[in-house]
């Protein structure tokens, strides 16, 4: 079983995000590609301090992102195993294309996808195959309205490391047994901000007029600034401007009216429930 969770630093701010599985005799954990320098030193400060018997290894592997509704029909058509035995938020070592990969059901677009995990030089074969079967190439900037209508965290946006996991409404990563007896590193900010609350909230804003982009301002009506976009766009489903921000505890519920400033101008915005877009995600029957 995977699940996605965070590092945090010694003041409770994210380090980064990442996708756990439990591998019986290890832990695998895929980092974000562009945190992956300071995310290995995190890793080896952290395991110079542990006492035990424990080894780190680091696997350069290449990863594609298959998604969308019809990801499981065209992986399918690749491997001999039974997908509709495969549950969200759960890996397996797999063939894909006659090639060995490590795959996890999940993605970052709030449909049903997988992770296909690879060595490097074989990325480029099993994309052909993907491609072969009816995918088709999506850049980053697609995958980002996707993520976005999904309300989902992109790391370097709506967290990094001033931001804790609560103020960005990710206590629901954290189990029970660790909100109650800590024991991890940040945990006194993480525990204190459960019990007492946080000064500020992630949130989703549905915004009128222009496209509001990341680090405009959020001001109640009359004018106190309260806020900032980390990060917007025009909703291709919705056909509505959306955004996720951080504003002041009071002005976070949902049906607040805003204000945001776009090129000198402030528009009005509405604090709106996330996702924006209902996910998808695979349920295995049971």
Request: net charge neutral; with cysteine.
């Amino acid at each position: 079983v995977s699940t996605q969770s965070t590092w945090v630093n010694e003041e409770g701010g994210v380090i980064d995000d990442t996708i756990i599985t439990n591998q019986d005799d290890h832990i695998f954990e895929i980092v974000n590609a562009g945190c992956a320098d300071k995310d290995l030193a995190y890793f080896k400060q952290a395991l110079s301090k542990f006492k035990g018997d424990v080894a780190f290894e680091v696997q350069d592997r290449g990863l594609i992102a298959l998604q969308g509704p019809k990801a499981a029909s065209i992986l399918q058509q690749l491997t001999s195993t039974d997908l509709t035995k495969f549950d969200f938020m759960t890996a397996r070592n797999i063939t894909v294309a006659g090639i060995p990969c490590y795959v996890t059901r999940c993605g970052y677009t709030g449909e049903d996808g997988f992770e296909v995990a690879m060595p490097n030089d074989k990325a480029p074969t099993i994309a052909s195959a993907f491609l072969e079967k009816g995918a088709q190439l999506a850049g980053l900037g697609a995958r980002d309205s996707l993520r976005l209508e999904a309300g989902l965290c992109l790391y370097g946006h709506e967290l990094d490391e001033t931001i804790s996991p609560i103020e960005a409404n990710l206590q629901w990563l954290i189990i029970k047994s660790r909100r109650e007896q800590g024991g991890f590193i940040g945990a006194q900010r993480v525990q204190n901000e459960l019990k007492n609350g946080v000064s500020r909230k992630r949130v989703g804003l549905t915004i009128q007029g222009a496209p509001a982009r990341e680090n405009a301002k959020v001001y109640t009506p009359e004018g106190a600034e309260i806020g900032k976009i980390t990060s917007g766009t025009h909703s291709p489903v919705l056909r509505k401007n959306v955004a996720i921000a951080y504003v002041t505890t009071p002005f976070s519920k949902n049906g607040s009216k805003v204000n945001v400033e776009v090129r000198g101008k402030m528009q009005s915005a509405e604090v709106t429930a996330l996702p924006f877009v209902t996910t998808n995600y695979y349920r295995a029957p049971k």
